[in-house]
């Protein structure tokens, strides 16, 4: 079972009564165990960080009061009780309050409550440490890196594809790898226009994919995935979780940690796990790599690309 599964079972099991949060756990550990493992959309993540930050108060608040301090729907907060794993805001509501009363007459000490509010940036920073951590360990060893960049940069053409949100990832890979590879064409947009790109590349003689599928997953990345595979098209995968429907169609993944402590997911490790198969690519095939950076370089001094230091 993977951590956020795992995660959202233990959630569950504990809504329902068969186990008990860990004795002597702080009010902001309580907070975490309930909201950190399901996979929330932002606005999801509104309301939890809403709640987190005024616990003593919102616990107590009705689910209308509730929905226009956070400036949503009701429905909305009764789709993120759901998501957190309990029946309804009446259920949840019943937890936040047991643990908003476990807060008071306690004194200010480190690692309370309004230390962890003041320090939710850092919070977030930390996570992705951790992240960059398991990444470093997965980078003890780089085979699969390396082979892989060899099989991207043998793709004449290499189609590079980020849909969404997972467009950004997307284009900076295709930025760096245009530097060092003939014909990289990348796609951001899905449907019709994702399967068109698709299929010309393998025409033309492409034989990989380097696909991003950052949460939240869309369907469409899916869909355009399965569509690769079956035009005959290799398809290696950079995302958060190594099962799940994407990860299964894919040939190769390389999973990597999200930062997930704000309202829109941060991406420190796959960013660095695509500049690591950009190295592996200039690694692969070095003179071309080397020649077409020194044109590159020529081209972009006559043109004045970038300002002098």
Same mark, same amino acid.
Request: hydrophobic letters at 40%.
């Given at each position: 079972m993977s951590s956020p599964q795992k995660a959202r079972a233990q959630a569950s099991a504990i809504t329902a009564g068969k186990t008990a949060p860990e004795a002597g756990?702080?009010?902001m550990s309580q907070l975490r165990e309930l909201f950190d493992g399901p996979r929330l959309s932002p606005g999801h993540r509104r309301i939890a960080q809403y709640l987190i930050e005024h616990?003593?108060?919102?616990?107590?608040? +009705? %689910?209308t009061d509730l929905a226009e301090r956070v400036g949503v729907s009701q429905p909305s907060v009764t789709r993120f009780a759901a998501a957190v794993g309990f029946s309804g805001y009446p259920a949840?509501?019943?937890?936040?309050? +047991? %643990?908003a009363l476990s807060t008071l007459g306690t004194p200010s000490a480190p690692?309370?409550?309004a230390e962890h509010r003041s320090n939710e940036l850092q919070a977030a920073v930390d996570a992705e440490i951790e992240n960059l951590e398991n990444l470093r360990r997965d980078f003890a060893d780089p085979d699969q890196v390396i082979r892989v960049g060899r099989a991207l940069s043998e793709s004449t053409p290499l189609t590079v594809m980020g849909l969404r949100i997972s467009g950004s990832l997307a284009e900076y890979f295709a930025y760096g790898a245009r530097r060092i590879h003939p014909d990289v064409r990348l796609v951001t947009r899905g449907g019709t226009v994702a399967y068109d790109a698709l299929l010309q590349s393998r025409e033309a003689g492409g034989t990989w994919v380097l696909a991003f599928g950052m949460p939240r997953h869309a369907q469409e990345s899916l869909t355009a995935v399965r569509v690769a595979r079956n035009a005959g098209l290799k398809v290696a995968l950079i995302t958060d979780l190594g099962l799940g429907p994407l990860a299964d169609e894919a040939d190769v993944v390389f999973a990597t940690g999200t930062g997930s402590r704000l309202v829109f997911d941060s991406y420190a490790a796959p960013g660095l796990m695509a500049a690591a198969l950009l190295q592996?690519?200039?690694d692969a095939d070095p003179e071309r790599t080397q020649a077409r950076l020194?044109?590159?370089?020529?081209?972009?001094?006559?043109?004045?690309f970038f300002l002098k230091d």
């Open positions: 756990a702080s009010p616990i003593t108060e919102a616990a107590f608040l +009705s %689910i949840l509501r019943e937890k936040l309050q +047991s %643990i690692g309370t409550l592996a690519m200039t020194e044109e590159y370089e020529q081209i972009a001094d006559q043109h004045q």
